[in-house]
């Protein structure tokens, strides 16, 4: 029964007051005339009574409260279990009646307190959804008010939102912990689920207290989300919502026209709509490569024929689309390669039937497997054709099929494909397939692995590693010395100070036209030469004066003319070539000459005169001169003695003889005095100067 607020206050003020009053005239009386009582707990005693003898104490039944209370001895006892969200307030009358028959009544106003004993509700605990597979991120699955729960107690109520199928969470969510709203937080994919169970939990405390569950069972429709896939296809990190097709490859004959669909690699044109709830029906057509339009496409199966013969060999790289037909939007492209060859008339053939081999424990990939009684020669699987004039052909390639210990390269060879660990007898099958006709043969490798045994270092066998690294150090080696004699040619040419060209193209010409004719030189290598003629020609050459000089030089230069026109007409270009540049690079050193060119050929001594050499005659030589000079007879013995000069008195004396040979001008001391018409004289001079420090050495031969 519900009693006004405003009554239940007025009775609150009043109890005290009233119980006092009849405590004091009556014989009953309650020690708390407004108790408390949790709900939904019963029996409960309420407060303790106390009657005066000869007194009674009854419960007032015109009051429906009262029938929630019982009197048991001295206590008043809650008997009913009464619920606050029922019966928040009961009001009980108790009558006590004196021995005389007059009664009084007690007023007892008893407040039921509320506990947290009811779980909140959902209106819908199971709710059922079908979700498209391509709805868009963040719609609303489930509204609020359907997921909404209530709470008898009048709590705030939290939420949470899990799954039941694996791999599933993280695809919805709820709006917020007291928000209940479910949404599509990740894209949906029906490959990788097709429905998923949400279970959402109602709590009216933020920790664990009385909860309540919601059962959202949720199934996904597929949609036309994916265009056709050509087969057959790889999927790509196991992801099943992309398969990646290779392209398709066939061959035909020249001057051919098969009626029947080709056949290609690795099967024929066939795409599939991957939406397979949906499965669309697929349609063909050539889009583009088809030149001649020499091929076409079976729309609805995808069989690929020919329309015409081709008469030379062609390849066409053909574009086949494969469209759905409810969707024209929804498409894939596929390369088709066709090749047109020669007719194969002979398929390959092996000449034998069983290869024997075998290879040692223990050797690293990569290794060769030997012939077997040859541990020396790798052994090599060879495919003949008949379609070949020496058999050989260049398109078959080699595989095996059933060993993955062995690989086979192109070239026949059989090389182990990882680390043999223990002995034993391996049967390969292998295949020799002509990469352009599809023809194949097919023989047997028997491999016997065997324990590595010691050898010695005569019968020590190389991989190819080995010659490889050997070879890389046997190059880098002739590169260093390549470069060490070029340092040394570089190096020969600056100590001499003619430029390594120059010397190459004065030693050419000397080769072809004979050289200049150095006399002296000649002599001194010569001893057999008689005596009397050279100290002849030298004799002349000292009593010459001042213009003796040009004379040697006219007299080159016809002796030259003489030796060109002798030559043949290449000799003759080259001979030319080589005195041309010769006389331009002369001209060039005798233009940066600072000092006046003089003749050494003097009847006076200038000491003060740095920086020149001269000769006088015997005659002529002071004997009190502050410089040493030395006569000596020439004579056959001293030329003897000559024979052990340095290389590089022979190098000077050719350049002396060059630089009177081109020019007719006399550089340092490359002077030749020799002449054909001079008398002999009796003795020859030679004086050779030499400054050191303030003194002059003269030294004369």
Same mark, same amino acid.
């Given at each position: 029964?519900?009693?006004?607020? &405003?009554?239940?206050?007025?009775?609150?003020?009043?109890?005290?007051?009233?119980?006092?009053? #009849?405590?004091?005239?009556?014989?009953?009386?309650?020690?708390?005339?407004?108790?408390?009582?949790?709900?939904?707990?019963?029996?409960?005693?309420?407060?303790?009574?106390?009657?005066?003898?000869g007194f009674t104490l009854t419960i007032d039944p015109n009051y429906p409260d009262g029938q929630f209370f019982s009197i048991e001895g001295s206590e008043l006892?809650?008997?009913?279990?009464?619920?606050?969200?029922?019966?928040?307030?009961?009001?009980?009358?108790?009558?006590?009646?004196?021995?005389?028959?007059?009664?009084?009544?007690?007023?007892?106003?008893?407040?039921?307190?509320?506990?947290?004993?009811?779980?909140?509700?959902? =209106?819908?605990?199971?709710?059922?959804?079908?979700?498209?597979?391509?709805?868009?991120?963040?719609?609303?699955?489930?509204?609020?008010?359907?997921?909404?729960?209530?709470?008898?107690?009048?709590?705030?109520?939290?939420?949470?939102?899990?799954?039941?199928?694996?791999?599933?969470?993280?695809?919805?969510?709820?709006?917020?912990?007291?928000?209940?709203?479910?949404?599509? +937080?990740?894209?949906?994919?029906?490959?990788?689920?097709?429905?998923?169970?949400?279970?959402?939990?109602?709590?009216?405390?933020?920790?664990?207290?009385?909860?309540?569950?919601?059962?959202?069972?949720?199934?996904? +429709?597929?949609?036309?989300?994916?265009?056709?896939?050509?087969?057959?296809?790889?999927?790509?990190?196991?992801?099943?919502?992309?398969?990646? #097709?290779?392209?398709? *490859?066939?061959?035909?004959? @020249?001057?051919?026209?098969?009626?029947? =669909?080709?056949?290609?690699?690795?099967?024929?044109?066939?795409?599939?709509?991957?939406? %397979? $709830?949906?499965?669309?029906? @697929?349609?063909?057509?050539?889009?583009?490569?088809?030149?001649?339009?020499?091929?076409?496409?079976?729309?609805?199966?995808?069989?690929?024929?020919?329309?015409?013969?081709? $008469?030379?060999?062609?390849?066409?790289?053909?574009?086949?689309?494969? $469209?759905?037909?409810?969707?024209?939007?929804?498409?894939?492209?596929?390369?088709?390669?066709?090749?047109?060859?020669? /007719?194969?008339?002979?398929?390959?053939?092996?000449?034998?039937?069983? %290869?024997?081999?075998?290879?040692?424990?223990?050797?690293?990939?990569? !290794?060769?497997?030997?012939?077997?009684?040859?541990?020396?020669?790798?052994?090599?699987?060879?495919?003949?054709?008949?379609?070949?004039?020496?058999?050989?052909?260049?398109?078959?390639?080699?595989?095996?099929?059933?060993?993955?210990?062995?690989?086979?390269?192109?070239?026949?060879?059989?090389?182990?494909?990882?680390?043999?660990?223990?002995?034993?007898?391996?049967?390969?099958?292998?295949?020799?397939?002509?990469?352009?006709?599809?023809?194949?043969?097919?023989?047997?490798?028997?491999?016997?692995?065997?324990?590595?045994?010691?050898?010695?270092?005569?019968?020590?066998?190389? !991989?190819?590693?080995?010659?490889?690294?050997?070879?890389?150090?046997?190059?880098?080696?002739?590169?260093?010395?390549?470069?060490?004699?070029?340092?040394?040619?570089?190096?020969?040419?600056? &100590?001499?100070?003619?430029?390594?060209?120059?010397?190459? /193209?004065?030693?050419?010409?000397?080769?072809?036209?004979?050289?200049?004719?150095?006399?002296?030189?000649?002599?001194?290598?010569?001893?057999?030469?008689?005596?009397?003629?050279?100290?002849?020609?030298?004799?002349?050459?000292?009593? *010459?004066?001042?213009?003796?000089?040009?004379?040697?030089?006219?007299?080159?230069?016809?002796?030259?003319?003489?030796?060109?026109?002798?030559?043949?007409?290449? #000799?003759?270009?080259?001979?030319?070539?080589?005195?041309?540049?010769?006389?331009?690079?002369? /001209?060039?050193?005798?233009?940066?000459?600072?000092?006046?060119? +003089?003749?050494?050929?003097?009847?006076?001594?200038?000491?003060?005169?740095?920086?020149?050499?001269?000769? &006088?005659?015997?005659?002529?030589?002071? =004997?009190?001169?502050?410089?040493?000079?030395?006569?000596?007879e020439n004579n056959a013995a001293d030329d003897d003695n000559d024979d052990g000069d340095s290389d590089q008195d022979v190098w000077k004396n050719e350049e002396?003889?060059?630089?009177?040979?081109?020019?007719?001008?006399?550089?340092?001391?490359?002077?030749?005095?020799?002449?054909?018409?001079? !008398?002999? =004289?009796?003795?020859?001079?030679?004086?050779?100067?030499?400054?050191?420090?303030?003194?002059?050495?003269? $030294?004369?031969?």
């Open positions: 029964m519900a009693i006004p607020h &405003w009554l239940l206050m007025s009775a609150l003020f009043l109890l005290p007051l009233l119980a006092q009053i #009849s405590s004091q005239e009556l014989g009953c009386s309650v020690s708390n005339s407004n108790p408390s009582v949790p709900e939904n707990k019963c029996p409960y005693v309420v407060t303790t009574i106390h009657v005066q003898p006892q809650l008997t009913k279990c009464v619920d606050y969200e029922e019966d928040p307030v009961l009001l009980l009358f108790l009558t006590c009646k004196d021995p005389g028959g007059q009664s009084d009544s007690l007023q007892i106003l008893v407040t039921i307190l509320n506990e947290n004993d009811n779980s909140p509700v959902f =209106p819908q605990p199971n709710i059922t959804r079908q979700v498209p597979e391509d709805t868009e991120v963040d719609t609303v699955i489930v509204a609020r008010e359907e997921v909404t729960a209530t709470d008898a107690d009048l709590d705030t109520i939290y939420y949470e939102l899990t799954t039941t199928v694996q791999n599933t969470d993280g695809y919805f969510a709820i709006r917020g912990v007291n928000n209940p709203e479910i949404y599509l +937080k990740t894209a949906l994919d029906y490959d990788k689920f097709n429905s998923t169970t949400l279970l959402l939990y109602a709590r009216d405390r933020p920790v664990t207290t009385n909860t309540t569950t919601a059962t959202i069972t949720i199934t996904i +429709k597929q949609s036309d989300t994916r265009a056709p896939w050509f087969l057959p296809c790889t999927q790509l990190h196991n992801d099943t919502s992309v398969c990646i #097709s290779s392209p398709y *490859s066939g061959r035909v004959n @020249i001057s051919e026209m098969p009626t029947d =669909p080709l056949l290609l690699e690795p099967g024929p044109i066939y795409a599939v709509d991957p939406d %397979y $709830t949906i499965s669309d029906r @697929i349609v063909y057509r050539i889009v583009g490569g088809n030149t001649n339009e020499v091929f076409s496409v079976d729309a609805d199966t995808g069989n690929l024929t020919m329309n015409k013969i081709v $008469t030379s060999p062609d390849s066409f790289l053909l574009q086949v689309m494969a $469209t759905q037909v409810s969707n024209v939007r929804k498409y894939s492209v596929a390369t088709v390669e066709i090749k047109v060859i020669n /007719k194969s008339n002979f398929p390959p053939y092996f000449e034998k039937g069983v %290869y024997n081999g075998e290879v040692f424990v223990g050797l690293p990939q990569r !290794s060769f497997v030997y012939q077997a009684g040859d541990p020396s020669t790798p052994l090599v699987i060879t495919a003949m054709d008949e379609d070949f004039p020496d058999k050989v052909n260049p398109n078959i390639e080699y595989y095996l099929k059933n060993s993955t210990d062995f690989i086979a390269t192109r070239d026949g060879l059989i090389l182990t494909n990882k680390v043999l660990e223990s002995p034993g007898t391996v049967t390969i099958q292998a295949v020799g397939k002509d990469v352009l006709s599809l023809q194949e043969a097919s023989t047997i490798i028997v491999v016997e692995v065997i324990v590595a045994t010691a050898v010695t270092p005569s019968d020590k066998m190389y !991989s190819a590693q080995d010659m490889a690294i050997l070879g890389g150090t046997l190059a880098a080696l002739l590169l260093i010395a390549l470069v060490f004699l070029g340092v040394l040619v570089w190096k020969s040419s600056r &100590w001499y100070r003619k430029p390594f060209k120059y010397l190459v /193209k004065k030693n050419l010409s000397k080769e072809t036209s004979g050289g200049h004719q150095n006399k002296y030189y000649q002599e001194d290598e010569q001893p057999g030469v008689s005596t009397r003629q050279h100290e002849t020609s030298e004799t002349s050459s000292v009593q *010459s004066e001042t213009p003796v000089p040009e004379q040697p030089a006219l007299a080159s230069h016809f002796s030259r003319a003489e030796e060109i026109e002798s030559l043949p007409k290449g #000799s003759i270009a080259s001979t030319v070539i080589f005195d041309q540049e010769e006389e331009e690079e002369e /001209k060039e050193e005798e233009a940066g000459q600072e000092k006046e060119v +003089k003749s050494i050929l003097k009847t006076d001594r200038q000491v003060a005169d740095d920086g020149y050499k001269a000769v &006088w005659f015997k005659t002529d030589v002071d =004997p009190e001169a502050g410089e040493r000079v030395e006569v000596i002396e003889e060059e630089g009177s040979d081109t020019n007719g001008h006399h550089r340092g001391l490359g002077v030749s005095f020799s002449s054909e018409n001079s !008398s002999p =004289p009796a003795a020859e001079v030679t004086v050779n100067m030499s400054h050191t420090g303030a003194g002059t050495d003269d $030294t004369e031969m």
